[in-house]
């Protein structure tokens, strides 16, 4: 594995090689060619690259735009002039030897608004929604697929995990993200209980044209979650053209065009991801078989001037196998280090497969006026199966460097054993069907929507965990010594749960809403939207009624300067996860979650160093009710559906995004949040003995219970408390080789809340490590819009071709996702932190064509 790994690693250091050797060339007959390059404003860029196309050598302009070049002479030559974030120009020339050519470029930018991730437009900026540009999402350093982790650098976002594609929102879990794609909602793995699990995620970068983003306060015509709303289109192809990648975690490819005289687009995406290079840098050494791949495409067809008809089709095939080890992990202080060891037997094989088809009839009557009708469907068949052994051991590491056996051990905590074991199968069907509608005119904006949902899920769960420890299976029951007649306790496994679920719902929901914009008489504008989304499910009898609302500002003395305030009712109505308790039983009489926002924001333009740079602000609040208390172990969300909590999230966000580096975007984030919960009913009791003193049982020596004190905990953080997030995505390149960049992505969250097993939720008040991590990417586009070959040179068919070297946890940080607990028969117990990722090297070669 190891050589094939260095094979490729040469193939493409080589590559990179090759295409970056610049040459001279020495012409006979020359000219010169001096001018400046200007923008659109008439002012001066500085840096622009002048070069002759298809051949090496150039210059670049200096702090005036100014530039001078030596070009042949008496020959047809093309002067190819560029700049990041302007669209290319090229000028035919033809000079006589000797001849000077003074030139006057202007060179015209390629997006309206800056930056090119994020870009607001100017309706957007009257709304909770960023845009997002998906062109340049594959060069930023990613393990997962590259839209979610640029969602993660967003303010109000944070994420925990980089195996994991998952996010959360302003304090809400991955159950509360809504996502769609081309109008049909999209569904996640019920059963993935870990990131190495997870496989591909839905969205398929290569085949994106268009990302929305709203963490918060979204119109009525996205429902019903509690946090966020990611919105995705799809390209339609004009031409024929499309993409690969390949890198040591994968591979993709898409390609898309036209046929029958243009009445037909299609567009085609297949991916392939196998993370074994990544798993096998974890602490759990074994034999790891992933095996992740999918396939979706998009077929749209006219059929008449004001109809049209698309298929969007997917199937994911996810596969993981692992048969581990030994796992060894260092963990506890500098002045104690406790060493966990363990040996493994036995394996685990889960399986996602999982198809989704949506088909749309869309009508355009007049251009105003936009009416679709969607069919989608959605299938998952999901199987979870593991019976593992692990041995462990559990002992105290010298900690002196000048000591002999400097790390091996000193003193032997614990031992024992522990078995896991589980059958757990599930499927589900989803059918819907749904009408929707636009009125779309200069002053308003009016949209509706009507959808009905048939939804069927089979569920059939068996697990267990054993636990021996030092000879003695936990629990372990009381012992009577010394008696001729002895109790023979049945043997009891730890977390023993059985369950044969089927459940079919039906949902019905609707919205309406209505957006005016209006200008006063000193020319302030003034944009106030108002909808109403109504919901019905069967399973409660619930009725819904969710009114929201939007307004912004724009000063006419200030049209830079944009103030929102958004609020709003969002119900999440459960899907499963949310009914099925602990014990595997499904909760009669749960009720859906409620969020009610609260947001204020402002979107300011300013230009600083001669630079485009905008400013974010939004502070929320949001109050919670019908809360359904939770964990999370690693990515798996299990619900407490026997209590029911209220609760709150408030906090901050800023972000100032631009060209922190001329021509090329940028930006940093910062988010303060605090999000807390109140299970109701939910206490116990403080005891003390006669001398007043609290008793601690198994420390304080006097026990005779004399009082008690009943508490009851009130506010305790939820397990997305994630204080305070900051991150930087920042970009760069090397002057005088544009093509040659640095894509820099840097998280720090702080740490989320847990607990112990088996534990009551208020206990869970501890904290794990923060969360820091940086990612850096090195990217050489050799092949790009001036360059040009000969024909018969097969890389004569591409239009841009890229090689990049990622280096991830570029700093070597063991972050913990989550803990295992071990516990002796003193009822002791140890949380054995389970690390992420450490630093790895990834090569990546991507091309257009």
């Given at each position: 594995?190891?050589?094939?790994?260095?094979v490729?690693?040469?193939?493409?250091?080589f590559?990179?090689?090759?295409?970056?050797?610049?040459?001279?060339?020495?012409?006979?007959?020359?000219?010169v060619?001096?001018?400046?390059?200007?923008?659109?404003k008439?002012?001066?860029?500085?840096?622009?690259?002048?070069?002759?196309?298809?051949?090496?050598?150039?210059?670049?302009?200096?702090?005036?735009?100014?530039?001078?070049?030596?070009?042949?002479?008496?020959?047809?030559i093309?002067?190819a002039?560029?700049f990041?974030g302007?669209?290319?120009?090229?000028?035919?020339l033809?000079?006589?030897?000797g001849?000077?050519?003074?030139?006057?470029?202007?060179?015209?930018?390629?997006?309206?608004?800056?930056?090119?991730?994020?870009?607001?437009?100017?309706?957007?900026?009257?709304?909770?929604?960023?845009?997002?540009?998906?062109?340049?999402?594959?060069?930023a350093?990613?393990?997962?697929?590259?839209?979610?982790?640029?969602?993660?650098?967003?303010?109000?976002v944070?994420?925990?995990?980089?195996?994991?594609?998952?996010?959360?929102?302003?304090?809400?879990?991955?159950?509360?993200?809504?996502?769609?794609?081309?109008?049909?909602?999209?569904?996640?793995?019920?059963?993935?209980?870990?990131?190495?699990?997870?496989?591909?995620?839905f969205?398929?970068?290569?085949?994106?044209?268009?990302?929305?983003?709203?963490?918060?306060?979204?119109?009525?015509q996205?429902?019903?979650?509690?946090?966020?709303?990611?919105?995705?289109?799809?390209?339609?192809?004009t031409?024929?053209?499309?993409?690969?990648?390949?890198?040591?975690?994968?591979?993709?490819?898409?390609f898309?065009?036209?046929?029958?005289?243009?009445?037909?687009?299609?567009?085609?995406?297949?991916?392939?991801?196998?993370?074994?290079y990544?798993?096998?840098?974890?602490?759990?050494?074994?034999e790891?078989?992933?095996?992740?791949?999918?396939?979706q495409s998009?077929f749209?067809?006219?059929?008449?001037?004001?109809?049209?008809?698309?298929f969007l089709g997917?199937?994911?095939?996810?596969?993981?196998k692992?048969?581990?080890?030994?796992?060894?992990?260092?963990?506890?202080?500098?002045?104690?280090?406790i060493?966990?060891k363990?040996?493994?037997?036995?394996?685990?094989?889960?399986?996602?497969?999982?198809?989704?088809?949506?088909?749309?009839?869309?009508y355009?009557?007049?251009?105003?006026?936009?009416?679709?009708?969607?069919?989608?469907?959605?299938?998952?068949?999901?199987?979870?199966t593991?019976?593992i052994?692990?041995?462990?051991?559990?002992?105290?590491?010298?900690k002196?460097?000048?000591?002999?056996?400097?790390?091996?051990a000193?003193?032997?905590?614990?031992?024992?054993?522990?078995?896991?074991?589980?059958?757990?199968?599930?499927?589900?069907?989803?059918?819907?069907?749904?009408?929707?509608?636009?009125?779309?005119?200069?002053?308003?904006?009016?949209?509706?929507?009507v959808?009905?949902q048939?939804?069927?899920?089979?569920?059939?769960?068996?697990e267990?965990?054993?636990?021996?420890?030092?000879?003695?299976?936990?629990?372990?029951?009381?012992?009577?010594?010394?008696?001729?007649?002895?109790?023979?306790?049945?043997?009891?496994?730890?977390?023993?749960?059985?369950?044969?679920?089927?459940?079919?719902?039906?949902?019905?929901?609707?919205?309406?809403?209505?957006?005016w914009?209006?200008?006063?008489?000193?020319?302030?504008?003034?944009t106030?939207?108002?909808?109403?989304?109504?919901?019905?499910?069967?399973?409660?009898?619930?009725?819904?009624?969710?009114?929201?609302?939007?307004?912004?500002?724009?000063?006419?003395?200030?049209p830079?300067?944009?103030?929102?305030?958004?609020?709003?009712?969002?119900?999440?109505?459960?899907?499963?996860?949310?009914?099925?308790?602990?014990?595997?039983?499904?909760?009669?009489?749960?009720?859906?979650?409620?969020?009610t926002?609260?947001?204020?924001?402002?979107?300011?333009?300013?230009?600083?160093?001669?630079?485009?740079?905008?400013?974010?602000?939004?502070?929320?609040?949001?109050l919670?009710?019908?809360?359904?208390?939770?964990?999370?172990?690693?990515?798996?969300?299990?619900y407490?559906?026997?209590?029911q909590?209220?609760?709150?999230?408030?906090?901050?966000?800023?972000?100032l995004?631009?060209?922190?580096?001329?021509?090329?975007?940028?930006?940093?984030?910062?988010?303060?949040?605090?999000?807390?919960?109140?299970?109701?009913?939910?206490y116990?009791?403080?005891?003390?003995?006669a001398?007043?003193?609290?008793?601690?049982?198994?420390?304080?020596?006097?026990?005779q219970?004399?009082?008690?004190?009943?508490?009851e905990?009130?506010?305790?953080?939820?397990?997305?408390?994630?204080?305070?997030?900051?991150?930087?995505?920042?970009?760069?390149?090397?002057?005088?080789?544009?093509?040659?960049?640095?894509?820099?992505?840097?998280?720090?969250?702080?740490?989320?809340?847990?607990?112990?097993?088996?534990?009551?939720?208020?206990n869970?008040?501890?904290?794990?490590?923060?969360?820091?991590?940086?990612?850096?990417g090195f990217?050489?586009?050799?092949?790009?819009?001036?360059?040009t070959?000969?024909?018969?040179?097969?890389?004569?068919?591409?239009?841009?071709?890229?090689?990049?070297?990622?280096?991830?946890?570029?700093?070597?940080?063991?972050?913990?996702?989550?803990?295992?607990?071990?516990?002796?028969?003193?009822?002791?117990?140890?949380?054995?932190?389970?690390?992420?990722t450490?630093?790895?090297?990834?090569?990546?070669?991507i091309?257009?064509?």
């Amino acid at each position: 594995m190891k050589e094939k790994k260095l094979v490729v690693i040469s193939v493409f250091l080589f590559a990179f090689s090759l295409f970056a050797i610049n040459t001279t060339t020495v012409y006979s007959q020359t000219a010169v060619v001096e001018g400046t390059v200007l923008d659109n404003k008439n002012k001066s860029i500085e840096l622009a690259n002048i070069a002759i196309l298809g051949e090496s050598g150039g210059t670049t302009t200096d702090k005036k735009g100014y530039f001078k070049l030596v070009v042949p002479a008496e020959k047809d030559i093309v002067l190819a002039i560029s700049f990041v974030g302007f669209a290319d120009k090229k000028i035919e020339l033809n000079l006589n030897e000797g001849e000077v050519k003074k030139l006057k470029i202007h060179l015209e930018t390629i997006t309206t608004v800056l930056p090119g991730f994020e870009v607001k437009d100017e309706q957007l900026r009257t709304q909770s929604m960023v845009r997002l540009n998906p062109k340049d999402v594959n060069l930023a350093p990613s393990l997962n697929e590259g839209v979610s982790d640029i969602i993660k650098t967003l303010p109000g976002v944070s994420s925990s995990n980089e195996m994991s594609s998952q996010y959360s929102v302003r304090g809400g879990n991955f159950d509360e993200n809504l996502v769609f794609v081309n109008d049909i909602e999209i569904y996640r793995p019920f059963l993935v209980n870990s990131g190495q699990q997870e496989g591909l995620s839905f969205v398929n970068s290569a085949m994106v044209s268009s990302l929305l983003f709203s963490a918060g306060g979204f119109g009525a015509q996205y429902g019903d979650k509690m946090s966020s709303v990611l919105d995705v289109e799809y390209k339609t192809p004009t031409e024929f053209g499309g993409s690969f990648s390949a890198s040591l975690l994968g591979a993709d490819l898409s390609f898309g065009g036209v046929a029958a005289k243009n009445k037909l687009t299609y567009l085609v995406g297949a991916r392939y991801k196998t993370n074994s290079y990544l798993l096998n840098s974890l602490e759990t050494e074994g034999e790891y078989q992933p095996v992740f791949m999918d396939i979706q495409s998009l077929f749209t067809y006219k059929l008449g001037k004001k109809w049209d008809l698309s298929f969007l089709g997917y199937y994911s095939h996810n596969k993981y196998k692992v048969v581990p080890a030994n796992r060894e992990t260092d963990f506890g202080t500098f002045q104690e280090v406790i060493r966990f060891k363990v040996y493994f037997d036995g394996n685990e094989t889960d399986q996602y497969d999982m198809y989704q088809g949506g088909l749309t009839l869309g009508y355009k009557p007049n251009r105003s006026t936009n009416l679709k009708l969607i069919l989608s469907a959605f299938n998952t068949n999901e199987s979870e199966t593991y019976d593992i052994q692990g041995q462990y051991w559990i002992g105290q590491v010298e900690k002196s460097e000048n000591d002999e056996g400097q790390g091996e051990a000193l003193q032997t905590k614990g031992v024992g054993t522990y078995l896991l074991h589980a059958r757990n199968y599930f499927e589900a069907n989803v059918v819907s069907a749904e009408h929707k509608g636009a009125v779309i005119n200069d002053k308003s904006t009016l949209k509706w929507g009507v959808k009905y949902q048939y939804q069927e899920v089979d569920d059939r769960m068996r697990e267990w965990e054993m636990v021996d420890s030092a000879g003695y299976s936990l629990p372990n029951p009381p012992q009577d010594p010394g008696s001729t007649n002895p109790v023979n306790h049945d043997l009891e496994v730890k977390d023993f749960v059985s369950a044969n679920n089927t459940l079919v719902t039906n949902r019905f929901a609707a919205y309406l809403s209505k957006q005016w914009n209006f200008k006063t008489k000193k020319n302030n504008e003034i944009t106030f939207t108002a909808g109403v989304r109504s919901n019905y499910w069967d399973y409660n009898d619930e009725f819904l009624v969710a009114p929201r609302l939007n307004f912004s500002f724009k000063p006419s003395k200030n049209p830079n300067l944009v103030f929102r305030f958004a609020t709003g009712i969002y119900y999440q109505t459960p899907f499963y996860r949310e009914i099925r308790g602990i014990d595997g039983e499904l909760s009669t009489d749960v009720k859906s979650q409620k969020s009610t926002h609260f947001i204020a924001g402002s979107d300011y333009r300013f230009t600083s160093w001669n630079r485009p740079f905008i400013f974010t602000t939004e502070a929320y609040f949001k109050l919670l009710d019908n809360l359904i208390p939770y964990y999370i172990e690693n990515v798996r969300i299990r619900y407490l559906t026997d209590q029911q909590a209220s609760g709150y999230a408030a906090g901050i966000d800023f972000k100032l995004y631009g060209e922190f580096v001329k021509g090329i975007d940028s930006w940093m984030s910062l988010s303060i949040m605090q999000t807390k919960e109140d299970i109701h009913g939910d206490y116990y009791y403080d005891y003390y003995n006669a001398a007043g003193e609290m008793i601690i049982f198994g420390t304080t020596t006097d026990t005779q219970i004399t009082d008690s004190v009943r508490v009851e905990p009130g506010y305790i953080p939820r397990p997305t408390d994630q204080r305070v997030n900051f991150s930087i995505f920042f970009q760069d390149y090397i002057p005088n080789h544009p093509y040659l960049k640095m894509h820099l992505r840097l998280l720090f969250s702080t740490g989320l809340p847990f607990g112990a097993p088996d534990s009551e939720r208020y206990n869970h008040t501890l904290r794990m490590p923060d969360y820091r991590r940086v990612d850096i990417g090195f990217s050489y586009q050799f092949i790009n819009e001036g360059s040009t070959f000969k024909n018969g040179n097969p890389l004569k068919h591409f239009k841009n071709m890229t090689v990049s070297l990622e280096i991830f946890n570029l700093l070597q940080i063991y972050n913990t996702v989550s803990y295992i607990w071990i516990k002796d028969v003193n009822n002791r117990q140890y949380a054995v932190p389970n690390y992420l990722t450490p630093r790895l090297v990834n090569l990546k070669l991507i091309a257009d064509f």
